[in-house]
């Protein structure tokens, strides 16, 4: 309650979100400002969040037919996002836990307290890290330079994620942490994927 910066991340996402409207993009309804804990009114989303439906218990069939269309909804929510829509907007926060799931499946990306406005004529915004780690492109993390490229590369993370059936971080009991990437291969003639 008295935290300022909850207060900016919540009127960013209720100017961001009114401004953007897209199937792949969840739905504000309404807002309430009056109380001492401001409320977001969106869609009821029935299948919860992906890394529920990947990684949980809820017991969803996320076949691979089912599985390439959430990579294809959310990457059509983030092309909306960074071309289509008539501001230009890099989430900066994306993750499984931020995409909700429909009742038919159907992925919206959700969660934009993080959202900043991008202007295409330049070739980069400084400003301060945002996000969470693990999904963070590293020339972001390192130098703050923000692009539409950090939402493509948690957008990676993400398939990654759906395609392996794997979260993205683990803690071991020695306290390091993996990370999916880490796991990955690419080379000249084929990319593959060590469990």
Same mark, same amino acid.
């Given at each position: 309650? +008295? ?22 993009? /969840? ?6 400002? @009056? ?7 969106? @869609? ?6 992906? &890394? ?34 008539? /501001?230009?907007?890099?989430?900066? &926060? ?16 959700? &969660? ?7 202007? &295409? ?30 939402? /493509?590369?948690?957008?990676? /993370? ?8 794997? +979260? ?28």
């Amino acid at each position: 309650e +008295s935290s300022n910066q909850g207060k900016v991340q919540f009127a960013t996402e209720i100017e961001t979100i009114s401004r953007v409207q897209h199937r792949n993009l /969840v739905k504000l309804y309404g807002c309430c400002l @009056e109380s001492k804990t401001p409320l977001l009114v969106y @869609e009821c989303l029935e299948n919860g969040s992906l &890394d529920h439906a990947l990684f949980g218990k809820g017991g969803l069939n996320l076949d691979w037919p089912r599985r390439f269309e959430i990579c294809l909804g959310i990457a059509r929510g983030i092309a909306y996002l960074h071309e289509e829509s008539s /501001v230009r907007i890099v989430h900066r &926060d994306i993750k499984a836990s931020n995409v909700l799931l429909d009742a038919d499946l159907n992925p919206k990306i959700s &969660d934009f307290g993080l959202a900043k406005l991008y202007d &295409d004529k330049k070739t980069h915004v400084s400003t301060k890290v945002a996000g969470t780690f693990g999904y963070l492109a590293p020339e972001y993390a390192m130098r703050g330079h923000m692009t539409e490229k950090i939402d /493509v590369f948690a957008f990676g /993370v993400v398939a990654l994620e759906i395609v392996a059936g794997e +979260s993205n971080h683990h803690t071991t009991l020695e306290e390091e942490t993996t990370y999916i990437f880490e796991k990955v291969k690419i080379n000249k003639s084929h990319s593959t994927f060590e469990s």
